[in-house]
């Protein structure tokens, strides 16, 4: 069974500094694995997707990598501003993910 | 494309009663899943359905819950004699395959 584990579990930084979001996982054999964000109250929005195959993917001042051999993931965000405020999620597996508990993130302004 | 469409946003249900809840998916996915999200607690995978077919609901309890994905309309998750422990928020999400998931906004249950 696959668990995943987020550290830390909530983060609270000043605007402008580099977030480094972890996410490890128990099964090196996952399928895919899944950045969401989730604001409070709402329901999840998609980050950043990385394949089995893939080492990282982009997007914009996103950056996540993905090492399958250590079991582990981590979410960069560049920069961050306050509407960067919101709990992240890593998923792991295939049509069937296993969700961490998350981390909230607060961006001071 | 207006996304996952999940109806109604809020339900309150005395207990006994019947819940409903809808999720219709985004215009060419074939696949519809559906997760809880407990108080406190972080998202678990109940069940995986495409059209008129249950794939995986190894996450569904044993009882009073059921999910349908008609040939035509939304995906249905059914909670009948619901109880107070039923109270969380539901989520629909939808792939074009078995990967990279988009979620609705959820319905939060309460059972009063």
């Known amino acids: 069974k696959q668990e995943v584990t987020q550290i830390p579990a909530a983060l609270s930084v000043p605007e402008g500094e580099n977030l480094v979001l972890n996410c490890s996982f128990t099964d090196s054999a996952i399928y895919n694995l899944q950045w969401f964000r989730q604001d409070p109250g709402k329901g999840l929005t998609s980050l950043l997707l990385i394949q089995s195959s893939q080492r990282e993917q982009t997007s914009g001042r996103l950056n996540a990598s993905l090492d399958k051999s250590s079991g582990r993931s981590t979410l960069y965000i560049a920069a961050s501003q306050p509407g960067d405020s919101a709990t992240y999620l890593c998923?792991?597996?295939?049509?069937?993910?296993?969700f961490g508990a998350g981390t909230t993130v607060t961006v001071r302004a | 494309n207006a996304g996952v469409m999940q109806n109604p946003r809020h339900l309150v249900r005395r207990r006994g009663q019947e819940a409903r809840l809808r999720c219709s998916p985004m215009k060419g996915h074939s696949h519809v899943y559906w997760y809880r999200q407990l108080p406190e607690e972080g998202l678990k995978f109940m069940v995986y359905l495409q059209k008129e077919n249950i794939i995986d609901e190894s996450g569904m309890p044993k009882e009073r819950f059921s999910a349908e994905f008609p040939k035509e309309g939304p995906s249905i998750l059914r909670i009948q004699q619901v109880v107070r422990g039923d109270s969380a928020a539901y989520f629909c999400?939808?792939?074009?395959?078995?990967?990279?998931?988009?979620f609705g906004s959820g319905t939060r249950l309460t059972v009063v």
């Open positions: 998923a792991a597996g295939d049509y069937k993910l296993s």
């Open positions: 999400a939808s792939s074009p395959d078995t990967y990279g998931y988009t």
